[in-house]
């Protein structure tokens, strides 16, 4: 089975377990990415972290940092002679996807999309008339939540569809580390965009009452960029917190294990907009893997990824976050049992091999169409 899979994600290094897991399944495999990709954090440049068994190819990219804009110049190439199937990991409403899907099928190649959108929006032209024939011409769609799978169906897909999420992890690089119990600053971290959505300012506010309540043994790092760091970061000094609280900016994706190694809590307290909430909360899985405990607001999907191993709050509750924290900063035993919970339901659920067994299993249904 031969396989051409676009994906932009794939730049990051720990993603890339999941395609040496594809192609260790017997798939020749091919995976077109940029050269990096633009955001509101700044530029993400291509990794080379997990490259056997497969070809790790880059493409150049036309528009880059323009979500729904964007293409590869000169896919094609890649589909000579054609494959059996191409992965396009691209949601349907962008000209990537139309591009990869238009040059596939006059390959002669089946199609499959991923998407993770769980709102149901219209967009304008021509973007609604991509999105229509795409769903309309592709062979089959993976989503990453249930969600995402209602939100498509009633837009009118009505192929063969899985749930699957996009990345796992890899519970050998994502483990926990031996650490003392008590006696010494609790580290709390939040990973992510500095965006209004992320919920940053409700968990400063929350840190702020705590710390007004008497609890002061610890300290939260900041890992990621965006527009709303100024702004962060003078609610910081407003709530005198600048002993407490460190912004690091991006790191490495590839150093985010030890990173997650060395925190307590994960707080997530993304907050659901009109035209987003939470879809997955990838950070999550990590932390849990790494036997940090996470916290989270009900945005999205983000409660069913947690289950029952960590804090599930309102999402916006200032009150229901700070009790949250302080029970995880107060109890220990309550914060060993989360994490032990935690990295066993990741081993259960959320494995790179286990997402790059069942993509496998998509692939070969539809093969035998």
Same mark, same amino acid.
């Given at each position: 089975m031969r396989v051409v899979m676009l994906s932009k994600a794939c730049i990051v290094g720990t993603y890339q377990r999941k395609l040496e897991e594809i192609a260790r399944l017997g798939v020749d495999l091919t995976v077109v990415v940029p050269p990096g990709w633009r955001d509101e954090r700044g530029e993400t440049p291509l990794e080379r972290a997990y490259t056997e068994g497969y070809r790790l190819v880059v493409n150049p990219i036309r528009f880059n940092g323009r979500f729904h804009i964007h293409f590869y110049p000169g896919f094609e190439r890649w589909l000579t002679?054609?494959?059996?199937?191409?992965?396009?990991?691209?949601?349907?409403?962008?000209?990537?996807?139309?591009?990869?899907?238009?040059?596939?099928?006059?390959?002669?190649?089946?199609?499959?999309?991923?998407?993770?959108?769980?709102?149901?929006?219209?967009?304008?032209?021509?973007?609604?008339?991509?999105?229509?024939?795409?769903?309309?011409?592709?062979?089959?769609?993976?989503?990453? !939540?249930?969600?995402? %799978?209602?939100?498509? /169906?009633?837009? #009118? +897909?009505? =192929?063969? $569809?899985?749930?699957?999420?996009?990345?796992?992890?890899?519970?050998?690089?994502?483990?926990?580390? !031996?650490?003392?119990? %008590?006696?010494?600053? /609790?580290?709390? #971290? +939040?990973? =992510?965009? $500095?965006?209004?959505?992320?919920?940053?300012?409700?968990?400063?506010?929350?840190?702020?009452?705590?710390?007004?309540?008497?609890?002061?043994?610890? /300290?939260?790092?900041?890992?990621? =960029?965006?527009?709303?760091?100024?702004?962060l970061e003078r609610r910081v000094a407003e709530f005198d917190l600048r002993d407490h609280v460190n912004f690091t900016g991006q790191i490495p994706n590839l150093q985010m294990p030890v990173f997650f190694r060395n925190l307590d809590v994960l707080i997530v307290p993304s907050l659901t907009r009109p035209n987003w909430k939470e879809q997955f909360g990838r950070v999550l899985v990590e932390a849990m893997a790494c036997g940090t405990v996470p916290i989270g607001s009900d945005s999205g999907a983000i409660p069913g990824v947690i289950g029952d191993a960590g804090i599930v709050v309102p999402e916006g509750d200032t009150s229901a976050l700070m009790h949250a924290l302080r029970r995880l900063l107060l109890d220990d035993e309550l914060r060993q049992e989360l994490a032990r919970r935690g990295r066993a339901r990741v081993l259960a659920q959320f494995t790179q091999a286990q997402i790059a067994r069942q993509t496998v299993e998509v692939y070969e249904e539809m093969l035998k169409k």
């Amino acid at each position: 089975m031969r396989v051409v899979m676009l994906s932009k994600a794939c730049i990051v290094g720990t993603y890339q377990r999941k395609l040496e897991e594809i192609a260790r399944l017997g798939v020749d495999l091919t995976v077109v990415v940029p050269p990096g990709w633009r955001d509101e954090r700044g530029e993400t440049p291509l990794e080379r972290a997990y490259t056997e068994g497969y070809r790790l190819v880059v493409n150049p990219i036309r528009f880059n940092g323009r979500f729904h804009i964007h293409f590869y110049p000169g896919f094609e190439r890649w589909l000579t002679p054609a494959p059996d199937i191409v992965h396009i990991d691209e949601e349907p409403y962008n000209a990537a996807t139309w591009h990869a899907l238009w040059l596939a099928r006059r390959a002669g190649a089946k199609t499959v999309f991923f998407s993770w959108q769980n709102i149901q929006r219209s967009y304008p032209l021509p973007f609604a008339l991509g999105e229509w024939w795409v769903l309309r011409n592709v062979d089959y769609a993976l989503v990453g !939540t249930e969600s995402a %799978a209602t939100v498509w /169906r009633a837009k #009118g +897909y009505d =192929g063969p $569809l899985r749930v699957i999420p996009q990345f796992g992890v890899d519970p050998g690089l994502f483990r926990p580390a !031996t650490r003392p119990i %008590a006696g010494r600053t /609790r580290t709390l #971290g +939040y990973v =992510g965009r $500095l965006v209004p959505e992320k919920g940053v300012d409700v968990l400063l506010e929350a840190l702020s009452d705590l710390r007004r309540d008497g609890v002061v043994n610890w /300290r939260l790092d900041v890992i990621g =960029g965006g527009p709303e760091r100024a702004d962060l970061e003078r609610r910081v000094a407003e709530f005198d917190l600048r002993d407490h609280v460190n912004f690091t900016g991006q790191i490495p994706n590839l150093q985010m294990p030890v990173f997650f190694r060395n925190l307590d809590v994960l707080i997530v307290p993304s907050l659901t907009r009109p035209n987003w909430k939470e879809q997955f909360g990838r950070v999550l899985v990590e932390a849990m893997a790494c036997g940090t405990v996470p916290i989270g607001s009900d945005s999205g999907a983000i409660p069913g990824v947690i289950g029952d191993a960590g804090i599930v709050v309102p999402e916006g509750d200032t009150s229901a976050l700070m009790h949250a924290l302080r029970r995880l900063l107060l109890d220990d035993e309550l914060r060993q049992e989360l994490a032990r919970r935690g990295r066993a339901r990741v081993l259960a659920q959320f494995t790179q091999a286990q997402i790059a067994r069942q993509t496998v299993e998509v692939y070969e249904e539809m093969l035998k169409k």
